[in-house]
């Protein structure tokens, strides 16, 4: 049974240690670079989790992360709305789940803070992850946006709503 914990400040070297990881494993998912990251120090890393909601997925008690996720409000976003960013999980991990249980801990989360959509931008190639959150609820809104890193790819932004109790 995948375990979604949110990762406090003083948990900087997980967050840095499988960001890293996933940065090295799927560069192409990410706008930001595994050289950027790797010269961050630990200030950075705690800024990251002080100033947004980190969650990591293990597939066991005690065991080492397998998925990373993280919520913010992003700039420029409705009040109600949270932005889903780097979301990944390992290769050797993926198809079990885990990708769903880290988006279900987001929208709960957000749905705790009052947020009624939860948005993202994913890579257009990127057909996995985009029937990932096409199975969770996600729908394409009809923006785009060129790729951070890529000009000749762009991303897709989506959004979710969610259920208030």
Do not use: K
């Not at 991990?93 to 939860?118: F, K, M, N, P, Y």
């Amino acid at each position: 049974m995948v375990r979604v914990e949110q990762l406090s400040e003083d948990e900087w070297q997980v967050l840095r240690d499988i960001r890293l990881r996933a940065l090295w494993q799927s560069p192409q998912a990410f706008g930001a670079s595994l050289a950027r990251d790797q010269r961050f120090q630990e200030q950075h890393w705690r800024m990251r989790l002080r100033s947004s909601q980190w969650f990591v997925a293990r597939p066991g008690l005690g065991q080492e992360p397998v998925g990373l996720v993280c919520m913010i409000a992003e700039p420029g976003s409705p009040v109600d709305d949270r932005h889903v960013v780097s979301l990944w999980v390992d290769p050797d991990h993926r198809s079990q789940g885990i990708g769903r249980a880290l988006l279900q801990r987001v929208a709960d989360e957000a749905s705790d803070v009052g947020a009624t959509t939860l948005s993202l931008w994913v890579a257009d190639d990127n057909d996995a992850a985009r029937a990932l959150y096409e199975g969770f609820g996600f729908a394409a809104t009809g923006a785009s946006q060129p790729h951070p890193r890529d000009a000749a790819r762009s991303e897709l932004r989506f959004e979710c709503g969610l259920m208030r109790a």
